[in-house]
């Protein structure tokens, strides 16, 4: 048993002191900045000249593609975990527009690299991954190659690019601003309370079907309310990707998902096929568990529900230690690893108002740490 309380809350001012108004993290986003348009600069500049000399010049670009990517990446991460933590985070979001307008001035710069390594012959191309500096990369430099020629010109691709800040992304901001300020109605021991989407959802697994199935009915009202703004800005979303699927020419309207995953349709397609064949197991469960719990049918909200009428609770430090111990089983490492992240704070997970739904792991390549976001609710279920 450890010695140590842990805390619910995780710690970012080791990341960026001072949240939203970090003097840190601005100073961060400038330099950021720099160094993606350093890159864009070299990009631009990169005249091939269909020798083995080439791969000097990209050595050089590479080396400005890492250090913007971690720049990027960790200034993502943040924003990400100061939306999650507080919803009504105003600066919040204002910062994950800046780092979105990066995000698309680096993809930008990027599809006119991967333009360029699409110009460079197949005799020189292999002269280059021969090298030793290459050859740990060759895959992802060959796939990154590959894939370019199925795009649009590179001044097509940064108009796309450019226009994704205030279409694709600014709609999936618009989704995540909505659901964050979604509070569901429930009574609690006669007081009525105003639940985030997280917490709520935490609801779906007391061992109470009356209050399971009085928080969905809410649930539902919630969601409804906010329908037609949740179906519009899911349409946009929809929208805009496939017009840029074909302005591309691309006619699959899972090719780019399936590329991302490095999968055939016909993997998918077995992998679907299999599910299919095997889905009355999962019926048995689902049919024992309804019987189980003493109904004919299982409704949305009996999906989560624990067995029995007791309802067992294990504190936050219970279940830290928990997994500690049970971790400890496959290896030490293992163990220590989890331990290290309890007690440096990497996890937030106190259950309160405000915070988003659902949960995530991120990363900070930069600070070489992890982030877990939930909402504990003290079972083995968590949003």
Not at 89 to 113: H, I, R
Not at 289 to 301: I, N, R
Not at 335 to 349: C, H, L, M, N, R
């Amino acid at each position: 048993m450890t010695a140590i309380t842990y805390s619910e809350v995780w710690n970012l001012d080791v990341i960026f002191k001072g949240g939203s108004e970090s003097p840190e993290f601005a100073d961060h986003l400038k330099i950021t900045s720099e160094l993606i348009e350093r890159f864009q600069a070299k990009v631009n500049d990169w005249t091939l000249l269909h020798t083995s000399e080439d791969m000097v010049y990209l050595k050089e670009l590479l080396t400005d593609f890492e250090q913007a990517g971690q720049k990027l990446r960790q200034a993502s991460a943040f924003v990400s975990c100061l939306q999650a933590q507080n919803t009504n985070d105003k600066k919040a979001y204002s910062l994950d527009a800046a780092v979105t307008g990066l995000g698309a001035a680096f993809q930008t710069a990027l599809s006119a690299f991967d333009n360029t390594l699409t110009s460079i012959s197949d005799e020189v191309w292999s002269q280059i991954l021969a090298d030793h500096f290459f050859q740990e990369l060759a895959y992802s430099l060959t796939e990154r190659r590959e894939r370019a020629k199925d795009k649009l010109s590179k001044d097509e691709e940064a108009i796309i690019s450019a226009l994704g800040v205030d279409g694709y992304h600014s709609w999936g901001q618009m989704y995540d601003l909505i659901v964050g300020k979604i509070k569901i109605t429930v009574t609690e021991n006669g007081e009525e309370k105003q639940l985030s989407v997280g917490q709520a959802a935490n609801k779906f697994s007391n061992p109470d079907r009356n209050v399971r199935q009085n928080v969905f009915k809410n649930w539902e009202l919630a969601w409804n309310e906010q329908s037609d703004f949740l179906a519009k800005t899911l349409n946009h979303l929809s929208g805009f990707r496939l017009n840029v699927y074909k302005k591309r020419g691309w006619d699959e309207v899972l090719k780019e998902p399936l590329t991302i995953n490095r999968m055939k349709s016909e993997t998918l397609e077995t992998m679907w096929t299999v599910i299919s064949e095997n889905k009355q197991l999962l019926v048995e469960y689902l049919n024992r568990k309804a019987k189980l719990l003493g109904v004919e049918k299982l409704s949305w909200f009996d999906l989560d529900a624990p067995y029995g009428k007791t309802e067992s609770k294990v504190s936050y430090q219970e279940g830290a230690e928990f997994i500690e111990e049970n971790f400890a089983l496959f290896g030490e490492k293992m163990a220590s690893f989890a331990k290290k992240a309890f007690e440096d704070q990497w996890i937030e997970g106190e259950d309160r108002p405000g915070k988003a739904p659902g949960g995530f792991c991120t990363f900070f390549p930069e600070s070489n740490q992890s982030r877990i976001f939930m909402t504990y609710s003290g079972t083995p279920s968590m949003q």
